[in-house]
């Protein structure tokens, strides 16, 4: 019923496109003596017809939702913290969460069990169990929950989508657990692709979906989908002065998700492809003021022994540079590119490794020691 309502909400849609792009004058450009034909403006739509596909948008959504919302758990936590004058206190937490596959894995955010003592689940149907982690990843925000004493039929996972095909405009749709509201829906776009979130306790998340969908304190974990009822994201923060949805909600990507969780049922944890290395980031200022061959890169201070860059002989620094504030660990080689892709950015290099390769893959490094160009092969290792 789905797949049909969207088919009949396609027509009327593309001809309210296209009469929006014939209301600037049309240019004629004459090829041959005979006068080119001039084409007939499409009509717009009528009140009518426009009330029609508000019906159909507005039918699109309710499936959907009766769809969708019973694969929704409400996530509570309970953690035990010090109060200075009242001693050890409970402190309880909620999010979100949904049902992965037909074991009764549940999907949802790392930070939104991290350290809890105690979780509870609620179902659509009103069940409460509890519930125990099986598997967490930080960086990715993610962690998959297991309840050991539910029906089959209690059990509804939700399909997964793709976020290879994705569109900036396309609608969205987030079902979660605002503010301990059980299992509210909320709509919008998809408002960018490729955003960043920078992390004070974590690398840089890249990759995430950027919404206008109100994504509020408790809708973290729940499930951001598409017009299908596919999951395309799990709604895990916001961008906001207040605290409160202002339409800057950020979704992890359901590649990352389809390529995290499987790892995080196996064995718990997730391996992080790693190289092992720190270093500066190589600005114009810095360029001239250590007269460096490039502009832009990575200058390699430290290696891990035994990792990665280590193994394929990449070299760190061979001297200190006292300057203002401390040191400069300065002569190691310079990072150009992974696998050649431009790599100016410590985030460029964690975001292209998480998204691209896992342990055990090899990359090129291209690399100038002593202001020659030099191409090594590293096999990757995991990040401790």
């Known amino acids: ?50 009330g029609s596909i508000e019906l159909l948008a507005e039918q699109l959504f309710v499936e959907l939702y009766e769809r969708a919302s019973p694969s929704v758990v409400h996530i509570t936590t309970r953690t035990q913290v010090f109060d200075f ?28 069990v991290e350290g809890a003592d105690e979780i509870e689940i609620v179902l659509a149907d009103g069940t409460r169990t509890s519930a125990r982690v099986i ?31 994705l569109k900036v405009g396309m609608r969205v749709l987030a079902i979660g ?26 690398a840089a998340l890249g990759e995430v979906i950027q919404t206008d969908a109100a994504i509020n304190p408790g809708n973290s974990g729940g499930p951001l989908l598409n017009l299908r009822g596919e999951v395309i ?31 995080l049922i196996a ?11 720190t270093a500066y980031e190589i600005t114009p200022d810095l360029a001239r003021a250590l007269q460096l061959p490039v502009e832009r890169g990575l200058l390699i201070a430290q290696l891990q022994p035994g990792a990665a860059a280590d193994r394929a002989g990449v070299r760190g620094a061979t001297q200190q540079l006292r300057v203002r504030g401390g040191y400069l660990l300065i002569g ?30 090899t990359v090129k490094l291209s690399l100038i020691r002593d202001g020659q160009p030099i191409t090594l092969t590293a096999t990757l290792t995991a990040r401790p």
């Open 1 to 50: 019923m789905i797949d049909s309502v969207i088919r009949r909400l396609a027509l009327p849609v593309v001809m309210i496109a296209l009469s929006a792009g014939c209301a600037a004058p049309p240019r004629v450009v004459v090829i041959t003596a005979t006068p080119a034909p001039t084409a007939t403006p499409a009509a717009l739509p009528s009140l009518s017809e426009l």
């Open 85 to 112: 004058f009242r001693g050890v206190v409970p402190n309880e937490g909620t999010g979100s969460g949904f049902f992965f596959d037909d074991q009764g894995h549940i999907v949802t955010n790392h930070h939104v």
């Open 135 to 165: 598997g967490a990843d930080a960086y990715s925000d993610l962690a998959v929950l297991r309840a050991d004493n539910l029906s089959p039929e209690q059990i509804r996972p939700l399909p997964m989508g793709t976020t290879k095909n």
């Open 177 to 202: 657990n605002p503010f301990g509201l059980d299992r509210t829906l909320t709509t919008g776009v998809i408002s960018a692709l490729g955003r960043t979130i920078e992390r004070e306790d974590q």
């Open 233 to 263: 994201g799990v709604n895990t923060s916001i961008r906001s002065p207040t605290g409160g949805s202002v339409g800057i909600g950020f979704a992890v990507p359901a590649d990352t998700v389809k390529r995290v969780v499987p790892e």
């Open 267 to 277: 064995k718990g944890r997730y391996d992080h492809p790693w190289l092992g290395l």
């Open 332 to 361: 190691g080689d310079i990072l150009v590119a992974v696998d050649d892709r431009p790599i100016a950015t410590r985030d460029q290099l964690t975001i292209y490794l998480e998204n691209n390769k896992r342990v055990g893959d």
